[in-house]
Every structure is written in structure tokens, then in C-alpha cells.
T-cell receptor
Framework: KQEVTQIPAALSVPEGENLVLNCSFTDSAIYNLQWFRQDPGKGLTSLLLIQSSQREQTSGRLNASLDKSSGRSTLYIAASQPGDSATYLCAVGFNAGGTSYGKLTFGQGTILTVHP | DVKVTQSSRYLVKRTGEKVFLECVQDMDHENMFWYRQDPGLGLRLIYFSYDVKMKEKGDIPEGYSVSREKKERFSLILESASTNQTSMYLC????????????FGPGTRLTVL
């Protein structure tokens, strides 16, 4: 079964710290990997999309890396701010050998709290 | 900007009622998805559609059906609502082919009493 695991489940850091969120997946045959942010009671906001042929993507203070062979991705957040507090979700588009139609398998998420 | 809207933010229904959740996207996306999100279980795919009138079961389709009569609209139907269908329901859309960003709506918090 294709699974996505995120570690840690929760993280609390002081403002200004650089931090890393981890995502692992069970099958290296993937189309892409996405990182999302979710605020309490809200929908998901896409942060970064990494295609299977790419090694990393950057947007502002965010950098996501992808290592397919080891089944891992990391989301690096530089100079964290209280406004970064949210749940961060990793989602993988597995290549099942047919047409996936863009289906994603989600991890359980990491709840990030950045305190002033 | 892509916009995905859902018909209700909060909904309260009684057991046995037929419930319709509607999702509309404005970016001509081929793919549309319905997920439910529950504490400890994460997001789980209920159904998805890759074209008008086309639908595919996701991981947890039991108790649900869907309808896609127009490209921009994807409806989730609970034929006879039960208390275990109390959840947050999230709709998403994306372009074909696989490898494109999924855009999510704000979610509908459904409570079945």
C-alpha cells in the first residue's frame, strides 16, 4: 500500500528559527510531490509542487527538496514567523502504472507553532 | 487566481437525510476531487472525476455518490446521511495531465445529528 508519513507530528519553535519538516513515502514511482499549508478550519493552500524530475523548489522563505530514491522530501522554512503557524501537509502523486488523474496521497501533517 | 468554491461552510443535517455538497471551479480544470478530513485519519479521497460525466472511486466511496454534469461543477451526494459521515469535506481541482497543482476550496463542515 502506498503511504506517506510526516515527522514530527507537532513542532514548536521560537520566532526566527530555521526549521525542517520531513515527509517520507513508500514507493519511488511518483509523478510529483506537493506541500500544502492548512490554517485551522480552512482549506488547503498549495505551497510548492515538485515534479518527479526535479530535486527542489523554492518560494520565498520556503525550500522543498525531493529524493525519490530514498523516498523522502523535506520542507525548509527559513527565519520562521508567528504567521507561519499552521498545519503543513505533504502529498504524493503516485504513479500506479496507469493514469493517476492527479490523485494525491496525503500524510497526516505536521502542526507547526511559532511563538514570539 | 484559481478559485474553488463550495456551497456551504457549515451544514447540519439529520440522520437519513439526502445531502448535496456542491463544488465549483472557475479555471476550466479537467480533474475534480472530493476528500474528507478527520482528526487522526488525515485527508482521504472519496471520489474524483477527470471529465464531464466521468467518475472514479477513491479510497472511501461507500455511502457517497457524485455527479459531474458540467465541467466546472462537481457534486458530492450522501444518499442517506449517517452520524459517521460527520466530517470536514474538501473539494479540489487540477489540470490534466498528472503533475499539476491541486487547488482546494474552503471546506464544508458537515454535522449529521
Amino acid at each position: 500500500k502506498q503511504e506517506v508519513t510526516q515527522i514530527p507530528a507537532a513542532l514548536s519553535v521560537p520566532e526566527g528559527e530555521n526549521l525542517v519538516l520531513n515527509c517520507s513515502f513508500t514507493d519511488s514511482a511518483i509523478y510529483n510531490l506537493q506541500w500544502f499549508r492548512q490554517d485551522p478550519g480552512k482549506g488547503l493552500t498549495s505551497l510548492l509542487l515538485i515534479q518527479s524530475s526535479q530535486r527542489e523548489q523554492t518560494s520565498g522563505r520556503l525550500n522543498a527538496s525531493l529524493d525519490k530514491s530514498s523516498g523522502r522530501s523535506t520542507l525548509y522554512i527559513a527565519a520562521s514567523q508567528p504567521g507561519d503557524s499552521a498545519t503543513y501537509l505533504c502529498a504524493v502523486g503516485f504513479n500506479a502504472g496507469g493514469t493517476s488523474y492527479g490523485k494525491l496521497t496525503f500524510g497526516q501533517g505536521t502542526i507547526l507553532t511559532v511563538h514570539p | 487566481d484559481v478559485k474553488v468554491t463550495q456551497s456551504s461552510r457549515y451544514l447540519v443535517k439529520r440522520t437519513g437525510e439526502k445531502v448535496f455538497l456542491e463544488c465549483v471551479q472557475d479555471m476550466d480544470h479537467e480533474n475534480m476531487f472530493w476528500y474528507r478530513q478527520d482528526p487522526g485519519l488525515g485527508l482521504r479521497l472519496i471520489y474524483f472525476s477527470y471529465d464531464v460525466k466521468m467518475k472514479e472511486k477513491g479510497d472511501i466511496p461507500e455511502g457517497y455518490s457524485v455527479s459531474r454534469e458540467k465541467k466546472e461543477r462537481f457534486s458530492l451526494i450522501l444518499e442517506s446521511a449517517s452520524t459517521n459521515q460527520t466530517s470536514m469535506y474538501l473539494c479540489a481541482s487540477s489540470l490534466l495531465p498528472p503533475g499539476n497543482t491541486q487547488y482546494f476550496g474552503p471546506g464544508t463542515r458537515l454535522t449529521v445529528l
